[in-house]
């Protein structure tokens, strides 16, 4: 019994290691080829002559690189390169996070700290690259937020869009993917735990507010700690209350 266990262990890593150089070898196709997300790619039969393996083999591979979103995988049409996204980093860190559950705040702790570092670091360098009519955007998105603080309402929609204009003129494709990533995955660990938005509003927007004084003054440091008291009031507020309200 423990040789047939030792012999299937053995089978299912020999697998494993056939399906990991696979998944490189399909890889390196798109590489090499400089196929472009939707260009179709190889079918079955063609990777399994290629590759020199079976069906089994190039099925099990090409379904863990849809799993990553680097391919596609159109059933009665053929498999093309998928988008790469960050949606896979983002599944896999809200299931990180949620997966904590007696620790959950350290863990969210850590989502918050690292993009803090992240729009800490590059607001210094928007500060004195905005444009007079990117400011004038996000000046208002701010009059959006006050004029929903006085009602009471939270605006969550209206501090995304912040943050993302904030950064729009860096002509950096990777920043607003990290960001839209990282609050995806807050609000996700906020809806799961029956956080709501109603906490703070005129506070927040006060906040967003001052971020926007300084970067007209074309202050990057004081653009740098307006950002860092916003994101101590996340965190402060996001501590307290862990087990009711929730306000970006």
Do not use: C
């Amino acid at each position: 019994m423990r040789h047939m266990s030792e012999e299937s262990g053995n089978r299912r890593r020999d697998e494993r290691r056939v399906s990991s150089r696979i998944q490189r070898e399909v890889m390196r196709i798109v590489l090499d080829r400089k196929l472009r997300p939707g260009d179709p790619l190889p079918t079955e039969s063609e990777l399994m002559a290629d590759l020199g393996v079976g069906r089994h083999f190039v099925r099990e591979a090409l379904q863990a690189l849809q799993a990553l979103d680097i391919v596609e995988i159109r059933h009665g049409y053929g498999t093309y390169v998928g988008q790469a996204s960050l949606t896979p980093f983002v599944d896999g860190l809200t299931f990180r996070t949620l997966v904590r559950p007696d620790d959950e705040m350290e863990a969210l702790s850590e989502i918050l700290q690292v993009r803090e570092v992240l729009e800490e670091g590059l607001i210094r360098r928007v500060a004195v690259t905005l444009a007079e009519p990117d400011l004038d955007r996000l000046e208002a998105v701010v009059d959006g937020m006050e004029a929903a603080a006085r009602e009471g309402r939270a605006f969550p929609e209206l501090d995304q869009e912040f943050h993302a204009l904030l950064y729009g003129n860096l002509g950096n494709a990777l920043v607003p993917q990290l960001l839209g990533a990282f609050w995806t995955v807050f609000r996700r660990v906020a809806r799961a735990h029956g956080w709501s938005d109603a906490a703070a509003p005129r506070l927040t927007a006060r906040r967003h507010r001052d971020i926007v004084t300084a970067l007209r003054a074309r202050d990057a440091e004081g653009a740098e700690r307006a950002m860092a008291d916003h994101f101590r009031g996340i965190e402060m507020r996001a501590a307290r209350e862990r087990g009711g309200r929730f306000e970006r």
